[in-house]
């Protein structure tokens, strides 16, 4: 800018005063950036002075666009309009009329002004979806939270009634021993024996339920198993929601898989109901002793993905399904959804 004003502009009788013009006007672009209305006004005072500032005025008002409200950025963008008038007036362009040179100036501070005002709009926009998609992003992880919670909390009542039972069926065969000496060997030899069969079984409740929290205040639920199936199908029926269930088990389920896949259908046909009314429900049944209890549940889709509170419920048959040393798996086809669960069953 300087060597284009010696050359087609005044010639050297301004040389010093732009000379000195732009070196503090390239020593203010630090300024800029961290005091942009302090900075924005000293160039803007040098472009009064000699055309060799313009460069440096016309940024110090984008960026003061850019880093303060509006109100601020216009009043730069005028203060501009006001030091080229008086440089247009006191220093006259060549070629151009001073009233051409008014109107120049008054757009090109006016576009400044309104680009930099867009552009913080846009930063403080992707700023607020950011912070949105954060919130929603940590709803989210403490509904997961809550919902694993609460799967390990009813699991832990469930675990909490078996064990009752089991240890009152010791005790009871306990005191019969305790106050019938008299019982033939064989009594007294069943009798211990269902106590032996009884406190290993009670054992292996315990070691289940010394991992997970349970709340004393609330209610006690029942703890069915897969056995219970049928007549949770027929509950479903009673109600119109048609179930198809296929499949033999071939092994014997323990009673903590039974229950996880008991709870895993109830879920799974539930959220069927919910986001696929009306629709039928495929349930497929397989297992092998030493290998796994293999559910499938199908269904068709009948609403968008995506609705609020999804994810939750599947979030706890996950942790269910974990506990139980089993693991879960769902997908989408576009059509149908498929919810897969694999348990470990004795050999």
Not at 35 to 44: F, K, L, Q, T, Y
Not at 104 to 122: E, N, P, T, V
Not at 181 to 186: A, C, E, F, G, N
Request: hydrophobic share 50%.
């Amino acid at each position: 800018m300087l060597t284009a004003v010696a050359l087609w502009g005044a010639g050297g009788r301004y040389l010093l005063l732009d000379v000195a013009t732009s070196v503090v006007a390239v020593a203010m672009a630090p300024i800029l950036l961290r005091r942009p209305v302090a900075g924005a006004i000293v160039v803007n005072v040098l472009a009064a002075l000699s055309p060799v500032a313009t460069p440096a005025a016309t940024m110090g008002s984008l960026v003061t666009a850019r880093l303060r409200p509006f109100g601020t950025a216009a009043r730069i963008a005028l203060l501009g309009v006001a030091a080229h008038a008086v440089q247009g007036w006191w220093r006259a362009q060549h070629g151009l009329s001073y009233g051409w040179w008014l109107l120049l100036m008054c757009a090109a501070y006016a576009a400044l002004a309104g680009w930099g005002a867009w552009w913080r709009a846009r930063a403080a926009l992707i700023a607020s979806l950011r912070e949105r998609t954060r919130q929603l992003e940590q709803e989210q992880e403490r509904r997961v939270a809550e919902a694993r919670a609460g799967e390990r909390a009813r699991i832990a009542r469930e675990m909490h009634d078996v064990l009752a039972h089991r240890l009152s069926l010791v005790a009871t065969y306990a005191g019969a021993l305790e106050y019938r000496p008299d019982l033939p060997p064989q009594r007294i030899a069943e009798a211990a024996g269902v106590v032996r069969e009884g406190v290993h079984q009670a054992l292996d409740e315990l070691r289940e339920v010394i991992t997970l929290l349970r709340d004393a205040t609330e209610e006690d639920l029942p703890a069915p198993t897969l056995d219970d199936l049928p007549a949770l199908v027929a509950d479903w029926t009673r109600v119109g929601q048609v179930v198809r269930v296929d499949g033999r088990v071939a092994a014997a389920v323990p009673p903590t898989a039974g229950r996880a896949a008991y709870r895993v259908l109830q879920e799974a046909v539930t959220n069927a109901r919910k986001h696929a009314p009306g629709e039928p429900v495929a349930v497929a049944l397989s297992g092998e002793p030493g290998g796994s209890l293999v559910i499938e549940v199908r269904n068709a889709l009948a609403a968008p993905a995506g609705m609020a509170g999804a994810g939750a419920g599947l979030a706890g048959l996950a942790e269910r399904v974990r506990l139980a040393g089993g693991r879960l798996q769902h997908d989408t086809d576009g059509c149908e959804f498929r919810l897969r669960v694999w348990l470990p069953l004795p050999a």
